[in-house]
């Protein structure tokens, strides 16, 4: 017991500095003391209550159990390190993760208390569960100044982790040349393979860590695979990383061929990162030597695709990827110019393979062989005269068999799909070599003439050819979409093989138009939120849409309803579905519905408004901006708007969407012979204009041309455009020019109009089958479930306005898309616990919130209520 005056002298320095004078016995009470000192250093208030104290100074803190040693050497207080030591706390104490004080001040740079710990007998080669060692997190910090210090006390420099590093790998790894040098002067060996047969250069080269491949070359280290096979090389060029690859071709010369092989050859390596490796390349004294092995590569595959004993499929891809990266290596005119000649034998070899593809002749016949000349890029080699001689027999039996010339085609672009040959086998093997070819030499050719657009060469060269092409392209129809994106550029080109692009089935025209359409799709960048006014979603989105170029329109961006809480994929859903709808609000004039109210076209009275033009601008973009991203509108168009957004003529069977009659006589008029019925027409149309009768010439001296039976076909065609076309022409004009400026006119071209509507309105009628293929179902719901069973049911018996509704309320969207086409995000139903309460969604996840109710009547209540009754908008209340 403490005596009276003992005790009040322990009260009045208590009270003198704030705290208690000695530790409370239970530990835990202790640690709360004792915790907030080492934070902040308080190291003589700690060793004063360290004194004379029961506490054991190791004793564990929470599931860490780190002890205070740890969270001293760990926030670096050198102070409490000391004391703790000088009252016995262990240094090699771990804690859960293995770890003891000295990999915590190593891993965080804490020098003195490093020391400090040495002092006192911490091991430095401890440990952790992970195999980790004060020396690993040194070398992965790059701490020099911690190096020389843990080095003096250990000879264990080699260790490896868990993971197969040592610290060498690690200082590697994370590119600390200084740490490297050290090492390897301390003995690390900079060739040391580890359990997985890496070496310190192959960790360097994981990351492209230039400074440490440097380090790492200046002792002699050398290119070995690991244990997959895998060279430091291999690394750095699906990583990427140019300059690196530059110091180990430095090195060793000859692995600059390995190089370009491996470059063109692993296909599974990613092309862009490929890609980086080579344009390093194209400004570096080594570039003209790349570009050269590329060359020779690229011609050298392409006379093996025209062998049939040669793998298409791996060398049409391996050719593919060499042009590419010949072009990325390629950095001037004149470099283009030199090596794109290297090519020209095999243009010639091309076309004397399509040239005997198209023979009329079936007789063996002596083939021109003085332009099959060896490649230059295989002047030093002899496989390309070996193939050469080979393809000369072949070419020999492939006169045999190929059939008769197809016709001449007209000068319509209506292409007759050409007949079969006699030995199909022959024409289908080569369909792929030879599309891959013209795919090769389109791009070659385009590089090298450096214009915008399809160079002349190339342009003359399909013409010549189209029969051929059409032909082989009949036996493989994919060769399309695979290899003859060019098409998509060019509309005349376009033209000679329009009937057989469009004779393609439409999910693999639809997938070939967003592939081409996201070629250079800009990737991530800043996200811009639109804020709108429902009750004036029109006014307000023009006006942002004003705001932002067309380029960040393709990227990502969201709209919030104003006083509205919700915010993403659903609530933008639902804002093209509200704005389509208004851009066809009778009150800004811009569109008239047909003469059966399904469909609108431009009205030719807009310019009502005198903002009407920016308007047909705006809508124009504003449906490109939902095709571009695969949101469905509300609104369809007629089939003659289409046709004048896909650059076709229209016809007198489009003016019946807006008067039927009148097309009913214009077909009379074609029908029936009208020289002696006493029509008296002329080359004119009457029409109102503001409430004016006026008369329109269709020609220049229309009022003196009669109408014949001879140029009534000219007439009927003139009438039609002027109520479809000039009577809207400026209109029109606006919205293609707003709808181009986000996605381009060639590129939709290869759609009819019926399927331009499907694509942006989706299915007018709900199939309910194709509705439950793209349904999942979370919590207790199964397809064989109860309520589920119900719910289809409910679902099947609804009319088609109730299930756009139903859909609406769950996705934001009021019709599914396109058959075969994939929905943007699956349909999902998840279970919530019974109750009486009403069906509930998420619009952003596409998601049906479906109490599990008792009976198939209850659901059908509350379904149908929530669906009819539910307020459009986003507030919770």
Not at 165 to 171: D, F, N, R, Y
Not at 361 to 373: D, G, W
Not at 429 to 439: A, Q
Request: with cysteine.
């Amino acid at each position: 017991m403490w005596s009276p005056k003992h005790q009040l002298m322990r009260l009045s320095r208590s009270l003198r500095i704030g705290r208690s004078v000695e530790l409370p016995r239970d530990p835990a009470s202790a640690i709360h003391i004792l915790l907030p000192m080492v934070f902040g250093n308080q190291h003589k208030s700690l060793s004063e209550l360290l004194e004379n104290s029961p506490f054991d100074v190791n004793h564990p803190i929470g599931r860490s159990n780190r002890t205070l040693l740890h969270i001293a050497a760990n926030c670096g207080q050198l102070e409490c390190v000391a004391c703790l030591l000088k009252h016995g706390a262990d240094p090699n104490a771990i804690d859960i993760a293995g770890c003891c004080a000295i990999h915590l001040a190593s891993k965080n740079g804490k020098k003195r208390c490093m020391e400090k710990l040495l002092e006192f007998g911490a091991d430095p080669d401890v440990a952790d569960i992970d195999g980790v060692t004060s020396l690993h997190w040194i070398a992965v910090s790059g701490r020099l100044e911690l190096l020389s210090v843990i080095l003096h006390h250990t000879s264990h420099i080699q260790v490896e982790d868990k993971q197969g590093h040592t610290p060498l790998h690690a200082a590697a790894r994370n590119g600390h040349d200084n740490v490297i040098e050290s090492l390897i002067k301390s003995g690390a060996d900079p060739n040391y393979r580890n359990s997985n047969g890496l070496t310190p250069l192959h960790s360097a080269c994981i990351n492209g860590q230039r400074q440490a491949v440097a380090a790492l070359l200046s002792h002699n280290a050398v290119m070995t695979s690991d244990n997959e096979g895998q060279t430091p090389l291999d690394l750095c060029i699906e990583g990427g990383y140019g300059v690196a690859i530059e110091l180990l071709v430095k090195k060793y010369p000859k692995m600059l061929t390995t190089f370009v092989n491996n470059a063109v050859n692993k296909h599974n390596w990613k092309i862009e990162k490929v890609q980086s490796t080579v344009e390093h390349f194209s400004t570096k004294p080594l570039g003209h030597e790349v570009s050269t092995k590329l060359a020779e590569i690229s011609v050298d595959l392409g006379f093996q695709l025209l062998s049939l004993s040669s793998t298409c499929k791996e060398n049409g891809a391996s050719l593919l990827r060499s042009i590419t990266l010949l072009l990325s290596s390629l950095s001037t005119n004149s470099d283009r110019e030199f090596f794109f000649n290297l090519f020209e034998p095999l243009w010639k070899a091309l076309e004397e393979w399509i040239l005997l593809l198209g023979n009329e002749q079936s007789p063996k016949k002596q083939l021109p062989t003085e332009n099959l000349v060896d490649s230059p890029s295989t002047q030093n080699k002899s496989s390309n005269n070996l193939i050469l001689e080979e393809e000369n027999q072949s070419k020999l039996e492939l006169a045999e068999t190929v059939s008769q010339k197809n016709q001449s085609l007209t000068k319509s672009s209506q292409v007759d799909v050409p007949e079969p040959p006699r030995n199909p086998n022959m024409i289908s093997d080569m369909s792929g070599r030879i599309s891959v070819l013209i795919e090769v030499f389109w791009r070659c050719v385009s590089a090298q003439d450096g214009t915008v657009g399809t160079p002349h060469r190339f342009y003359d060269f399909i013409v010549r050819h189209v029969d051929v092409i059409n032909r082989i392209i009949n036996y493989n129809p994919k060769v399309i979409f695979k290899n003859f994106s060019f098409l998509l550029h060019d509309p005349k080109l376009m033209a000679y093989f329009f009937a057989t692009v469009t004779s393609q089935p439409f999910a693999d025209r639809y997938e070939w138009f967003y592939s081409c359409l996201y070629e250079n799709r800009p990737h991530g960048g800043q996200s811009h939120l639109f804020q709108v006014r429902r009750e004036k979603v029109f006014e307000d989105s023009c006006q942002e849409f004003g705001k932002i170029s067309a380029e960040n329109l393709k990227g990502n961006f969201m709209v919030q309803f104003t006083n509205e809480e919700g915010m993403g994929n659903g609530v933008l859903r639902e804002w093209f579905s509200v704005l389509s709808n208004e851009i066809l609000n009778p009150e800004y004039g811009l569109f008239v519905p047909s003469f059966d109210g399904c469909s609108f076209q431009p009205n030719s009275r807009s310019s009502i408004n005198p903002d009407h033009l920016s308007y047909f601008e705006f809508a124009g973009k504003i449906l490109s901006v939902a095709l571009y991203h695969k949101h469905l509108i509300n609104a369809s168009l007629t089939s003659s708007f289409y046709k004048h957004l896909l650059g076709r003529k229209i016809s007198y069977e489009d003016v019946e969407s807006i008067d039927p009659e009148y097309a009913t006589n214009l077909q009379w008029i074609l029908d029936n012979d009208i020289s002696d019925i006493g029509l008296n027409l002329n080359f004119t149309v009457e029409t109102d204009v503001f409430g004016r009768m006026e008369e329109i010439e269709l020609t220049p001296g229309g009022s003196r041309l009669s109408v014949t039976e001879e140029n009534k076909q000219e007439y009927v065609q003139l009438v039609t455009e002027l109520k479809m076309t000039s009577a809207i022409q400026r209109q029109l004009d606006s919205f293609i020019r707003g709808f181009n400026s986000i996605i381009p006119s060639y590129l939709i071209r290869i759609f009819t109009p019926e399927e331009m509507d499907l694509m942006l309105t989706g299915c007018r009628e709900i199939d309910v089958e194709i509705w439950k293929s793209i349904t999942e179902y979370s919590g207790c719901y199964n397809p064989t479930h109860q309520v589920i069973q119900w719910f289809w049911e409910c679902v099947e018996r609804m009319q088609n306005d109730d299930r756009s509704l139903l859909l609406h309320f769950s996705t934001g969207r009021s019709r599914l898309p396109a058959p075969n086409v994939i929905f943007s995000n699956k349909f999902m139903i998840t279970s919530i616990p019974p109750s009486d309460l009403l069906p509930s969604a998420s619009t952003c996840m596409s998601l049906l919130k479906l109490p599990e109710y008792d009976s198939y009547e209850t659901l059908e209540t509350k379904l149908l209520t929530a669906i009819r009754c539910g307020s459009l908008g986003y507030t919770q209340t």
